[in-house]
C-alpha cells in the first residue's frame, strides 16, 4: 500500500481569502489549452488573430464551467437542488459533470462559430486535442482533495484516502483518469491531428476514446453516493453518460472518411 500524500487542499490561504488547489487546476487547464492552441494557431487557420482566439477560449470556459456545473445538477444530484436551489450558485461545494462541460463546449463552440465563419466540427476538432490538458489537471485537484476515490483492493499502489469515513485501503481512480483521460487520451489526439484528417474525424476519436476510458475506470471508482448502480448492480450514471459519446464517436469517424474532405490538420 503506497501512503496518500497529505496535501492542503488550500493552496494559498489571504486571511478569510481561501485559493484550492482544485481552482488553480481549471487556470492551469484553460492556460495551458490557450498557449498550445496558440502554437497551433497558424495551421488552423493563418488569418486568426491571438485576440479572436483568446475569445474562443473564453467562450469555451464559460461553456466548461456553467455546463459543468448545470451537468451535474442535472445528471447527479437533481432532487437535491430542486430541494435547495440557491445549493447550485456554491460552487465551492463541488459538483462538476464532465459530460455537462462537454454539452457547454459544444454550445459555445457552435455559437462562436456562426458568428466567426468557422463550421462546428471545424472548432472542435481544433479544440478536442486541447481538452485533455483541463482533464489531466482536473483529476489531480480531484486526488488533492481526496475525492472520487475508488473500490476497496488490496493491489500494491492502494491507497487510504482522509475523506473516507471507512479509512480503507482503495484504488487510486483519480490517478487512473489522469493517466488515461490526460496523458493517453492527449498523446493520442496530438499525434492522429497532426496529419490532414477529415473533418469530424478528430472529433470522433475524442469522443469514442474518451468514452471508454471513462467506461473502464468507472468499474473501479466508488459511484455517487446519491445514484449508487443505476442497472445490473454495476452501470453508473457516467458510464450510462459514456454509451452516446463511445457510439457517437465511431460514428462520426466512419462518416468523416465516408466524406472522405480531408482538410489541414487542426
Known amino acids: 500500500m503506497l501512503p496518500y500524500p497529505q496535501i492542503d487542499p488550500v493552496a494559498i ?4 481569502l481561501k485559493i484550492h488547489w482544485y481552482g488553480l487546476m481549471y487556470l492551469v487547464g484553460i492556460g495551458g489549452a490557450w498557449w498550445l492552441a496558440s502554437r497551433r494557431l497558424e495551421r488552423f487557420d493563418a488569418s486568426w488573430s491571438k485576440e479572436k482566439l483568446s475569445d474562443l477560449v473564453f467562450w469555451v470556459a464559460m461553456g466548461v464551467i456553467l455546463g459543468g456545473r448545470l451537468g451535474y445538477v442535472f445528471f447527479y444530484d437533481f432532487a437535491a437542488y430542486v430541494a435547495e ?8 461545494e463541488g459538483g462538476m459533470s464532465f459530460h455537462g462541460g462537454l454539452i457547454g463546449v459544444m454550445l459555445a463552440t457552435w455559437w462562436f462559430g456562426k458568428r466567426n465563419g468557422k463550421s462546428f466540427f471545424e ?3 481544433f479544440i478536442a486535442p486541447l481538452v485533455p490538458i483541463g482533464l489531466g489537471a482536473g483529476r489531480i485537484g480531484n486526488f488533492i482533495n481526496a475525492e472520487l476515490w475508488g473500490k476497496a483492493t488490496d493491489v500494491p499502489w492502494a491507497m487510504v484516502f482522509p475523506t473516507d469515513p471507512q479509512q480503507l485501503a482503495r484504488h487510486p481512480s483519480q490517478l487512473y483518469q ?4 490526460g496523458v493517453a487520451l492527449f498523446t493520442i489526439l496530438w499525434f492522429y491531428s ?7 474525424a478528430v472529433s470522433g476519436m475524442f469522443a469514442a476514446c474518451y468514452g471508454v476510458f471513462r467506461f473502464i475506470v468507472e468499474f473501479v471508482r466508488v459511484p455517487d453516493a446519491q445514484l449508487g448502480y443505476l442497472a445490473w448492480g454495476w452501470l453508473t450514471m457516467g458510464q450510462i453518460l459514456c454509451l452516446p459519446m463511445i457510439l457517437g464517436g465511431i460514428g462520426l469517424i466512419a462518416y468523416a472518411y465516408k466524406r472522405q474532405p480531408v482538410q489541414g490538420a487542426a
Open 85 to 92: 436551489p440557491a445549493k447550485i450558485l456554491r460552487v465551492w
Open 194 to 200: 497532426r496529419k490532414p484528417r477529415p473533418t469530424m
Open 178 to 181: 489522469f493517466a488515461l483521460e
Open 123 to 125: 472548432l472542435m476538432d
Open 13 to 16: 490561504a489571504l486571511g478569510p
